[in-house]
Nanobody, 127 residues
Framework: QMQLVESGGGLVQAGGSLRLSCVAS????????MAWFRQAPGKEREFVAA????????YYADSLKGRFTISRDNAKTTVWLQMNSLKPEDTAGYYC????????????????????WGQGTQVTVSS
């Protein structure tokens, strides 16, 4: 059974940083591309970043480039999202997701293509 467990969310002031973690179990982590999405109240789920199964390729939402960094360690079956210079509009539930590796860039930002999801971790940025 595929399982993803996020942690690291919390309350932070604008301009601050947080590092989210997602620990995977129940599947061969090293053959899955991983991604982070977020969802704010009343809004649709939004793509944040993705990383290829081996970690050599990354892709970011245009609006987040330069502030967020995705990384992974296959030995630890963990993917991280480093978030810097946080803004109140970054407030959302953040979810990690797994997708079997293949064409990394094809539909990389399409939530429907991801097979497994975590329960999410809440990030709140105060102004």
């Amino acid at each position: 059974q595929m399982q993803l467990v996020e942690s690291g969310g919390g309350l932070v002031q604008a301009g601050g940083s947080l590092r989210l973690s997602c620990v995977a179990s129940g599947f061969t982590f090293s053959v899955y591309n991983m991604a982070w999405f977020r969802q704010a109240p009343g809004k649709e789920r939004e793509f944040v970043a993705a990383i290829s199964s081996g970690g050599s390729l990354t892709y970011y939402a245009d609006s987040l480039k330069g502030r967020f960094t995705i990384s992974r360690d296959n030995a630890k079956t963990t993917v991280w999202l480093q978030m810097n210079s946080l803004k109140p509009e970054d407030t959302a539930g953040y979810y990690c997701a797994a997708r079997r590796s293949g064409d990394f860039y094809g539909d990389v930002d399409n939530a429907i293509k991801y097979a497994a999801w975590g329960q999410g971790t809440q990030v709140t940025v105060s102004s």
